[in-house]
């Protein structure tokens, strides 16, 4: 008897991603702090009662996770449709009142309605940026998403605005509480209503022209605003309009928001959330709209894009154009008190100068300078360098060292630092009370005078102070460049700042990682203060996080998380490794003090020949804070001896040089060690490798596709080893 049997679907670990990375990655605005939940029903009972939380920077451990447990047959997986607080227990499903911010705005579509949904949302200019197909039998059932520029704040806004989307689309009005959580995409739905199958939920990205990637959250309230009210007010019709008109009001910007020395520009105390919260309200309109404008001025927002968000936050009673007339003269009364242009981009009517090659010329390269090194091939005037590192392994760490070393002019970190520069370091995740304790602990372990220090170091926190960014998406998928960057270049250049240091990448910017077209706009930009100011620049990055207890990132360009256009505008690339098993093996290190190494690799060198990794031991100082003091953790940089640190450059290629003639001689070397040619006894008798190095070399080798056993007697079938690829 033979029949068709249906294999049981297996969850989709990239799909999971997808979701994942669309939702909780990019910009947090802050709230890379907050916590993803990730729920699953008991494949007994069905309850919906465990959950655990993981980091913004933890997605790997959640996609495994979440595929172990959806793996048990009738065990559902859900994640949180938006951040819980930070320090929410870790072990329990969260509540509403858990909520910390939502990067994304959602709607569940339950019912056999989604086509006319999706086509509703088209029709009013707000296609979702990801749909989430959860079922297709006996019905099509998704739920929709849409990635916001920002985080949002409000929960009482954010139920509401859900239930707007819920009711305009014909979708489930109970899921828009802000502790929701939603069938997890790529995961396996096991079905537990009658009618439903076992199926695969699918996760789709849109990557189509002219269609938005994100929103702002006041275009979404102005597209499913269906009712008036002070949270979602809509603009009335002009044959309704009473005839009372705003109040004439001086627009000038009030006291509490004014420049700082820096330039920069601050809503007094208020966080924008709370602004515009009072502006829905109706409590201090004018007041509240002109501090708002201000900071709209500041972040480098065109006029047409100011007046374009002030229509969806006009009160009720009142016309679009109104507000449009009252927003306008605060515009022009904050342009002309700060003296900051509206930005424009003009289009040049006149034809492209002609395309000339000219010759090279007498070239003489004795009159030709030295390339300008700060760190001998690590960081050079006019050029980026990027240090990647997964969470947690001291990349900011090892960055405000190398910036206290090149400060002071001695150098500790034993990378050829000759002299004293200037370095400003900008980070916008930490607070300034961290940094000054990280540099007081490095002054301290490696003796550097703090007066050494205190006039050529320059300090900016993003948390204490106004966060740095340099390119944000605007309208229509373009990329604009923030204001601050040209005055960021302008002070770089009179201070004479010799090295920039930008921590962390994902911050720096509101366009999409993985966007090679955005992206690539956003180097472009970072690459032009570098030059306009005649310094170096070192981007701090991450990695895309390894699976715990490897380093297979180390050297390797292609963990550098986000599009190409990074790792291809920069000119070094660096990556920062944990120890690996095998590392550990091969310098004689106990498997239990492996934590205590990092190495640093020389993953591209654009101008640099091929280097080692440098290895540093993580250390804590103890730091007199308090009765009882405090540790602060350093990095030192850790030579191992001769026989762990392996062989010369000069003596691998020696022993590839034999290893490749042994084949062409067709008596090739082996890698197994019960052949009479294994290669091993060759690199201990006539190189002097100790048989551990020489195993983990071996290894590495054939790991990495420098060396191959292949078959090279087609009559006995032996295998033998093979140089596949020669260093550099």
Known sequence: MTGDVSPIPEPDPEAIRRQLEHVFHSDLDGAHDGLIELAWSDPKTGALAAAALFGTDELGELIERAVELNGTRNCNVYVGSALRKPGTAKRKRGADSDFYAASCIWADVDNDVVAPAIATCKQRGSPPTMTVVTGRNPHVRAQMWWRLDAPFRDPAVLR???????????????????????????SVAWPTKAGRVLERTEVHVPDVAGRP?????????????????????????????????????????????????????????????????????????????????????????????????????????????????????????????????????????????????HPVGLLDPCKRPPRDWLVRHRLMRKHTTVTSAAPGVGKSTLSVE?????????????????????????????????????????????AVPFPSIAETLYLHSGVDAEKFV??????????????????????????????????????????????????????????????????????????????????????????????????????FVFTLADMSSGDAEGLGIPDADRSKFIRLDDAKGKLAPPSGARWFEREGVIMPYGLIGEPVGVLVPHAFD???????????????????????????????????????????????????????????????GMVGSLPYDSHSKAHGLKVLAWPG
């Open 213 to 357: 990637r994100q929103y702002c959250f006041e275009q979404l309230v102005r597209a499913f605003a269906l009712v008036r009210g002070p949270l979602m007010a809509v603009a009335p019709d002009p044959a309704e309009t009473p005839s009372t008109s705003f109040p004439t009001l001086s627009p000038t910007i009030p006291p509490d928001c004014t420049p700082h020395e820096n330039g920069t520009l601050a809503i007094g105390n208020l966080a924008v959330e709370s602004v515009l919260a009072a502006i829905r309200r109706g409590d201090r309109w004018h007041d509240n709209f002109i501090r708002l404008t201000g900071h709209w001025i500041a972040r480098g927002w065109s006029d047409a894009e100011i007046l374009t968000v002030a229509e969806a936050l006009t009160l009720p009673g009142y016309t679009v154009a109104q507000t449009q007339r009252e927003v306008g003269a605060m515009i022009t009364g904050g342009r002309q008190k700060w003296a900051i242009p509206n930005p424009a981009n003009n289009i040049s009517t006149a034809g492209p100068s002609p395309f000339v090659l």
């Open 470 to 571: 340099v390119a944000r998406r605007g309208p229509n998928e373009t990329v604009i460049v923030d204001v601050r960057v040209g005055q960021l270049s302008e002070f770089l250049r009179q201070a004479q700042i010799d090295l920039l240091v930008l921590d962390p990448f994902v911050q720096l910017h509101t366009v999409s990682e993985n966007l090679n077209s955005e992206i690539g706009q956003v180097m472009m930009a970072l690459r032009e203060i570098s030059v306009a100011a005649n310094c170096a620049l070192h981007l701090v990055h991450h990695t895309r996080k390894p699976p715990a207890g490897t380093s297979h990132q180390a050297g390797d360009i292609f963990a550098v998380r986000g599009g190409g256009a990074i790792v291809g505008d920069a000119h």
């Open 402 to 446: 190398e910036a206290v070393s090149l400060a002071s002019g001695m150098d500790f970190l034993e990378f050829g630092i000759d002299r004293p520069r200037k370095v400003a370091l900008i980070n916008n995740e930490e607070t300034r009370d961290e940094l000054e304790r990280r540099i007081e602990a490095t002054c301290v372990r490696f």
């Open 160 to 186: 509401v605005i859900c239930s707007n989307i819920a009711q305009a689309i014909g979708g489930d009005p109970s899921v828009v509480n802000p502790g929701r959580v939603l069938r997890l995409g790529g």
């Open 642 to 704: 001769r026989e762990q640190r392996g062989p010369s450059t000069s003596v691998v290629v020696q022993i590839l040089k034999e290893i490749d003639r042994r084949w062409r001689e067709g008596n090739a070397l082996s890698a197994s060690p019960q052949s009479p040619r294994y290669v091993v006894p060759l690199m201990v008798q006539s190189h002097g490798m100790s048989p551990r190095a020489a195993r983990h070399l071996l290894r590495e080798w054939i790991a990495n």
